[in-house]
């Protein structure tokens, strides 16, 4: 057989072509993805969630604020333009605007927002990588090693949760905590529900900071939880649900 | 035929030389966000998407400026178009590119890129938008590159691309909407959701892409002794009016229903925009020009004495271009994030390096436009001769 310059081309292109179109065949192609197996008493049959009781939250107390960004290295860059948070607090009126009333004496008071670890988040549909993702536990997770830093769930996250890394953080941690990862420029990070703690079986480091009980954290499938007894017995609220996003922190205001 | 961009005469060398100037110093800011990370931008934690996602949005209705000339031409038999389908194609190739480039540019791990396809995911819509826009640019590569290869040798074109033209003009309506798709999906943005987020991109594409085509059409008479027709110019202007037209009407029904709704998360937007908020206006001067210039350019070119006289043609054009480039480019992404989903008024002005690398990555769009023009030209005067 004989090749020319041209022959050679035209199938050395098509085979580039073919090499490009695999992923997409790939996917199209591929049924669900097989779930990673849980082990026995670690994910199966949980749902994690929170519940903030704004009353008992202590004016001016950072506690849980602090206890969070130190024990996952969050970095301290002091401006509002690169600020990276995991969990602060804003005041009742901005995160509850649908429940703003000109008396209401709780205006002002700030409440405790994190990541609500949606039942249907917004930021794991928009990821185009699947970087960040929901456990069968309910919790949203980031994969610092495959974000490629697009922000789309940044836009996508109804709730503010997330933040980039504009710069790299690590001169800007205080102290770094050697037992969690430190993250590197470019790439989204948020709340992780301390994951880590409680695959040793402790429980989120805001939820223990705070002295004033003000925090629960709980497993919504476990019958006798203290959350359950909460959600039953009291009227509460969550950030902006008529978006279908099923959000897990759940406010007693 | 690549080797017709090779040989030019000095004007064509100075263009060239300068563009690839711009590059180089793009380059060399963009060489300093790679090391310091994003931040050396205005983007921040609540205007999360700045100048190099706004370039790519609107650029992609930049690129509807070949189906607005292949659709008449090829499912209509409008002759006239013949001889221009090539700079409509040409155009999208130039800013198609040019759109993949801002996206490269907007990552903060750009070395991680192909994760897109490493780990392909149908649910985001960046996926899509990523399949469609490369196969755009991939169509009117291989599109314009055949017909005028076969033009040059004075054969019909071979009947394989037929297909791809028809495959060409649906597939320009899927980057429109794709990436309307990019916002109109998300739901705690009241500024982008709203349905009518696709049709406002089809309109006003079929607005700016035609109107540089024009442009273009200008600039090619001036300096070549290749003439597109003042005819072929004439139809265009003609869509342009149309698609303005439209696109304005698009954007009224959208200020109709925030303000006569006044449902806060849609309106605080538009607030911020045209009025400003808590003191914060910086969108305002831009978007009453962008207003004013869609108004002017409307009355330019429904009113057949001013369409027809090409000297005001041109101007008008210019503004066209201009309004879209505000409305699209600087309006429609940047106040999305503006009041941010906790209320907080946050604004965003790109720093020196972010505008700089954005100019780089226009010349390097205007570099392979005007080699590829270059081609097209220089083919089409020696069949001429």
Same mark, same amino acid.
């Given at each position: ?67 969070c ?33 000109e008396f ?19 930021c794991v ?34 709730y ?26 470019g ?32 497993n ?34 | ?26 380059f ?73 480039t ?28 990523? #399949? ?89 008479r ?43 998360e ?39 004495v ?9 101007m ?23 009041p ?14 972010? #505008? ?30």
């Amino acid at each position: 057989m004989k090749t020319d310059r041209r022959g050679f081309l035209k199938i050395g292109g098509l085979g580039i072509l073919g090499f490009a179109a695999r992923p997409l065949v790939d996917v199209l192609l591929r049924g669900d993805l097989v779930e990673a197996s849980p082990a026995p008493d670690t994910l199966a049959g949980k749902r994690w969630a929170m519940a903030v009781n704004v009353s008992k939250c202590k004016e001016g107390c950072r506690d849980c604020i602090v206890a969070c960004h130190s024990v996952h290295n969050v970095p301290d860059l002091g401006n509002p333009k690169d600020e990276v948070k995991w969990i602060w607090t804003e005041s009742y009126k901005k995160i509850f605007p649908e429940q703003e009333q000109e008396f209401d004496a709780r205006g002002g008071k700030p409440v405790v927002v994190l990541c609500n670890h949606c039942d249907n988040p917004p930021c794991v549909r928009v990821c185009p990588t699947k970087a960040t993702f929901k456990r069968s536990d309910g919790i949203v997770m980031m994969d610092y090693h495959r974000c490629i830093g697009c922000r789309f769930c940044m836009a996508a996250c109804p709730y503010g949760s997330r933040s980039l890394n504009w710069r790299d953080p690590r001169p800007f941690i205080k102290k770094i905590n050697p037992e969690f990862p430190t993250r590197t420029r470019g790439v989204v990070e948020k709340c992780d529900f301390c994951v880590e703690r409680l695959a040793k079986g402790l429980i989120p480091a805001c939820v223990e900071a705070c002295k004033e009980k003000a925090l629960v954290f709980g497993n919504l499938k476990e019958s006798g939880a203290e959350i359950r007894e909460i959600l039953r017995a009291n009227h509460t609220i969550r950030r902006r649900p008529w978006l279908g996003t099923g959000p897990q922190i759940y406010y007693i205001v | 035929m690549l080797e017709k961009a090779l040989i030019g005469s000095k004007k064509y060398y100075g263009l060239v030389t300068l563009l690839l100037i711009i590059i180089g110093a793009g380059f060399y800011f963009y060489l300093r966000q790679l090391s310091y990370g994003l931040g050396i931008t205005g983007m921040s934690r609540d205007v999360s998407w700045g100048l190099y996602i706004t370039q790519f949005t609107f650029l992609v209705g930049v690129a509807a400026s070949a189906v607005m000339v292949v659709l008449p031409y090829y499912l209509h038999n409008y002759k006239i178009f013949g001889k221009i389908t090539i700079l409509g194609e040409f155009l999208a190739v130039a800013s198609v590119a040019m759109c993949l480039t801002f996206i490269i540019a907007d990552l903060g791990q750009p070395a991680r890129a192909f994760n897109v396809l490493l780990y392909p995911t149908p649910t985001s819509i960046l996926f899509w938008d990523m #399949v469609v826009l490369n196969g755009y640019l991939l169509l009117n590569i291989v599109i314009g590159w055949t017909v005028l290869a076969s033009e040059r040798k004075s054969v019909p074109p071979p009947a394989w691309v037929k297909p791809l033209i028809y495959l060409s003009i649906p597939w320009a309506v899927s980057i429109h909407t794709v990436t309307a798709f990019i916002y109109a999906g998300i739901p705690g943005r009241g500024f982008w959701l709203t349905a009518i987020m696709a049709p406002r991109f089809l309109a006003s594409a079929f607005a700016s892409g035609p109107a540089l085509l024009i442009l273009m059409c200008f600039i090619v008479r001036r300096f070549t002794r290749f003439d597109p027709g003042k005819e072929a110019i004439q139809s265009l202007a003609k869509i342009v009016a149309y698609a303005v037209a439209v696109s304005v009407f698009f954007v009224l029904l959208e200020i109709f229903t925030v303000f006569y709704s006044q449902i806060p998360e849609h309106m605080h937007h538009f607030e911020y925009l045209f009025f400003g908020m808590e003191g914060h206006e910086k969108l305002v001067p831009w978007i009453w020009t962008s207003a004013i210039l869609a108004i002017l350019s409307l009355i330019l070119l429904i009113n057949p004495v001013t369409r027809r006289k090409e000297g005001i043609l041109a101007m008008t054009c210019v503004a066209v271009f201009a309004s879209l480039w505000i409305e699209k480019g600087l309006g429609l992404v940047i106040t999305g994030f503006i009041p941010s989903p906790l209320g907080r008024v946050f604004e965003y002005s790109p720093t020196g390096p972010e #505008v700089i690398i954005t100019l780089g990555i226009w010349a390097m769009g205007f570099l392979i436009l005007t080699i590829l023009y270059k081609i097209a030209v220089t083919v089409k005067e020696e069949i001429s001769t």
